[in-house]
């Protein structure tokens, strides 16, 4: 639909083994984890608390998710 070409996180492939898939969870969590970033320092700059501790809180849980990914894979 309309919100398809504002995409920024690629589609994976189903035929993957498991720890390609995870590889792939982590790239894109990553991806996320930079957007959330940026938005949360442009709440700063606009003086938005309240979005910017929304922001921090997702920061927290992704960063979160990408220990558990990265320990995984270890």
């Known amino acids: 639909?309309?919100?398809?070409?504002?995409?920024t996180l690629n589609e994976g492939?189903?035929?993957?083994?498991?720890?390609q898939m995870l590889q792939d969870l982590q790239i894109?969590?990553?991806g996320v984890l930079d957007s959330?970033?940026?938005?949360?320092?442009?709440?700063?700059?606009?003086?938005?608390?309240g979005v910017s501790n929304f922001f921090q809180?997702?920061?927290e849980k992704h960063?979160?998710?990408a220990w558990m990914i990265g320990?995984?894979?270890k």
């Not at 639909?1 to 995409?7: A, D, G, R």
């Not at 442009?42 to 938005?48: Q, S, V």
């Open 1 to 7: 639909t309309e919100l398809y070409q504002y995409k």
């Open 13 to 19: 492939n189903v035929a993957e083994t498991a720890e």
């Open 28 to 30: 894109a969590n990553a």
């Open 36 to 49: 959330l970033n940026i938005a949360m320092n442009l709440a700063d700059e606009a003086n938005e608390k």
């Open 57 to 59: 809180d997702r920061i």
């Open 63 to 65: 960063k979160k998710n």
């Open 71 to 73: 320990a995984h894979l």
